[in-house]
């Protein structure tokens, strides 16, 4: 199984490789081709904006032309969103990374920042892709590019919890606990002289059992409750 290679075409910026490779880091690519760039992709700049990721720099392969760099795998994927009326199946960056063939050595390849990919250079790839965008504005930068794209990759790599709950290491509340503490509160309203309606104090105290029973409560936030409770009840002056 072979991971995706990133080629970046005659980039202007040393910067903006920098950040191009972060963001390859960022969705577990490693292997950075770059072709004809303007500035080195080992320039202080650039080692200062990947932000930790200065071994992709550092490994990269410099090519003077496109066909090099792109010599030795088997299905490039063309960056750019405008196909300039040539004809090449467009995948979407979702579409394309859940069907790539990973027996396959497979590049993406994006364009300098000013002007994207050429046409000489998209007529070396056998798809394009492309990332679906507000049409009134879709143009990206290039290290936005390579994120999108590679994070694509990178979910079919992994397999994400949609949703958790962060408790800060403290253990949920048994309803025992909770109960407890319901009790003493509904103790508490129930005395308060201000309520003299039977059924209205039978509704009010559904409704707080309601709250605090569907709240997740954590025993350190329950701890939390008593402890306002005290303050707001405590009649000393």
């Given at each position: 199984?072979?991971?995706?290679?990133?080629?970046?075409?005659?980039?202007?910026?040393?910067?903006?490789?920098?950040?191009?490779?972060?963001?390859?880091?960022?969705?577990?690519?490693?292997?950075?081709?770059?072709?004809?760039?303007?500035?080195s992709?080992?320039?202080?700049?650039?080692?200062?904006?990947?932000?930790?990721?200065?071994?992709?720099?550092?490994?990269?392969?410099?090519?003077?032309?496109?066909?090099?760099?792109?010599?030795?795998?088997?299905?490039?994927?063309a960056?750019?969103?405008?196909?300039?009326?040539?004809?090449?199946?467009?995948?979407?960056?979702?579409?394309?990374?859940?069907?790539?063939?990973?027996?396959?050595?497979?590049?993406?390849?994006?364009?300098?920042?000013?002007?994207?990919?050429?046409?000489?250079?998209?007529?070396?790839?056998?798809?394009?892709?492309?990332?679906?965008?507000?049409?009134?504005?879709?143009?990206?930068?290039?290290?936005?590019?390579?994120?999108?794209?590679?994070?694509?990759y990178?979910?079919?790599?992994?397999?994400?919890?949609?949703?958790?709950?962060?408790?800060?290491?403290?253990?949920?509340?048994?309803?025992?606990?909770?109960?407890?503490?319901?009790?003493?509160?509904?103790?508490?309203?129930?005395?308060?002289?201000?309520?003299?309606?039977?059924?209205?104090?039978?509704t009010?105290?559904i409704n707080?059992?309601?709250?605090?029973?569907?709240?997740?409560?954590?025993?350190?936030?329950?701890?939390?409750?008593?402890?306002?409770?005290?303050?707001?009840?405590?009649?000393?002056?």
């Amino acid at each position: 199984m072979f991971q995706p290679v990133v080629i970046l075409v005659k980039p202007q910026l040393a910067e903006n490789i920098g950040m191009a490779a972060r963001a390859m880091k960022n969705c577990g690519l490693k292997e950075l081709r770059v072709v004809a760039p303007l500035e080195s992709p080992t320039a202080e700049i650039a080692l200062r904006a990947s932000s930790n990721s200065e071994e992709i720099l550092q490994n990269a392969k410099i090519y003077p032309n496109t066909k090099e760099a792109l010599a030795d795998l088997e299905t490039v994927y063309a960056a750019t969103a405008r196909p300039r009326h040539q004809v090449k199946p467009v995948e979407t960056a979702e579409y394309a990374a859940t069907h790539l063939e990973l027996n396959k050595k497979i590049g993406f390849m994006f364009g300098c920042e000013r002007t994207g990919l050429e046409n000489e250079d998209i007529s070396l790839a056998d798809k394009i892709i492309e990332i679906p965008l507000n049409p009134e504005h879709s143009s990206l930068n290039l290290a936005q590019a390579v994120l999108v794209i590679g994070y694509e990759y990178y979910k079919t790599t992994i397999n994400p919890v949609g949703s958790r709950l962060l408790k800060n290491d403290g253990n949920f509340a048994k309803k025992e606990q909770v109960f407890k503490f319901l009790e003493m509160l509904d103790a508490k309203i129930s005395a308060s002289p201000r309520l003299k309606d039977e059924a209205h104090t039978k509704t009010l105290l559904i409704n707080i059992n309601n709250i605090f029973t569907r709240a997740a409560l954590t025993e350190q936030e329950l701890n939390s409750l008593y402890g306002i409770v005290q303050i707001l009840t405590d009649n000393k002056k």
